[in-house]
């Protein structure tokens, strides 16, 4: 149990376009879901919280007007950069917290982006 | 708000042998869970073991067991028998009581650990 499903699981894109990766609970419930950041070699940073049916909150730094967020079912957050550039290469990785159990995150397997 | 520091940037044990990773965190919460999450070089982020911070008794998980010393806000993980499945990325990470962003996790830069044999 507690699966949690990414899609795509890399991408490459050209300068100026949009991507849209996914992130799917597959057996349970997840009325939050986090997204975060990976550069090589280091740890995960948190890019923002989403609740199901409003609006995500960014952590300092984060554009929301570039990474846009939304979760609109129990069961799918998605996280869309919008006119993507090199420097936002890089390892996207979400998470779930169950509705029912809320003191874990389960970890989806990441989606490596990368811009030309 | 949170931080959490792992001092040993890498770590090297020898297969069958024990291994400690330390982990010290800062925060003025009273109730919070930790955890260890393991990262093997395929990038999925596994829960290795959690712990209640208002449990005295340390959390075990077969192989993996904690010594947390909450006055101390100390957490370190020990894995015993090493096998080279546990080469990987360990983070130890806190999250404070709540729901919505009061749940977020914060991550320490991890410990990269190779088992050899």
């Known amino acids: 149990g507690a699966v949690v499903s990414q899609h795509p699981s890399w991408v490459i894109c050209k300068s100026g376009t949009s991507v849209k990766i996914e992130c799917r609970s597959l057996?349970?419930?997840?009325?939050?879901m986090f997204w975060y950041r990976q550069f090589p070699k280091q740890s995960l940073m948190l890019m923002a919280t989403?609740?199901?049916?409003?609006?995500?909150?960014?952590e300092q730094g984060v554009e929301k007007d570039k990474f846009l967020i939304n979760h609109a079912s129990l069961t799918l957050s998605t996280l869309t950069v919008t006119s993507a550039h090199p420097e936002d290469s890089s390892f996207y990785i979400c998470?779930?917290?169950?509705?029912?159990?809320?003191?874990?995150?389960?970890f989806g397997p990441g989606t490596r982006l990368t811009v030309l | 708000a949170q931080t959490v520091t792992q001092s040993q940037p890498e770590m090297s044990v020898q297969e069958a042998e024990t291994v400690t990773l330390s982990c010290t965190y800062d925060?003025?919460?009273?109730?919070?869970?930790l955890f260890w999450y393991k990262q093997p070089p395929s990038r999925q982020m596994i829960l290795v073991i959690r712990?209640?911070?208002?449990?005295?008794q340390n959390a075990t998980e077969n192989r993996f067991s904690v010594n947390f010393q909450k006055a101390a806000k100390s957490f370190s993980l020990k894995i015993s028998d090493s096998q080279l499945g546990d080469t990987a990325m360990y983070f130890c990470?806190?999250?404070?009581?709540?729901?919505?962003?009061?749940?977020?996790?914060?991550f320490g830069t991890g410990t990269r650990l190779q088992v050899t044999l």
């Open positions: 998470s779930a917290r169950s509705s029912t159990s809320t003191d874990t995150q389960y």
């Open positions: 057996d349970f419930q997840a009325t939050t």
């Open positions: 989403s609740n199901e049916g409003s609006k995500a909150t960014y």
């Open positions: 925060t003025s919460e009273n109730n919070y869970y």
């Open positions: 712990q209640e911070a208002y449990k005295q």
């Open positions: 990470a806190f999250m404070k009581y709540g729901t919505g962003t009061a749940s977020k996790l914060t």
